[in-house]
């Protein structure tokens, strides 16, 4: 599975799970200067995971995973997840 195909499953994991995920495009700025951010909040009781853009595909794994674990943990235990997508979930391992 390719990291844009592991991103891809997260993202459709987490909106399963119902998050809303959002993907802004282009080099936008909140406001002069600040650039928007990737990041995870809540909107109403809705958990929000936005996605810059600009940011690395890996970056997006890495947020689309803690937010997954952080937030709909319990709900994981009850879905299969193929192998790239339970790794992803699980972590970064740390060296030997």
């Known amino acids: 599975m390719t990291t844009q195909e592991l ?3 997260l993202a459709e994991l987490a909106r399963e799970a119902g998050m809303d995920v959002r993907v802004t495009s282009g080099a936008r700025e909140v406001e ?10 809540r909107v109403r009781g809705v958990w929000w995971v936005v996605l810059a853009g600009e940011d690395p595909v890996e970056s997006h794994v890495e947020l689309l995973a803690g937010a997954l674990r952080d937030h709909a ?6 879905r299969y997840l193929p192998p790239a997508v339970r790794d992803a979930l699980d972590g970064p391992t740390a060296p030997d």
Request: charged share 15%; hydrophobic share 40%; glycine share 10%.
């Open 7 to 9: 991103r891809d499953a």
């Open 32 to 41: 002069p200067g600040i650039p928007i951010q990737s990041g995870v909040c």
């Open 73 to 78: 943990a319990a709900w994981l235990e009850s």
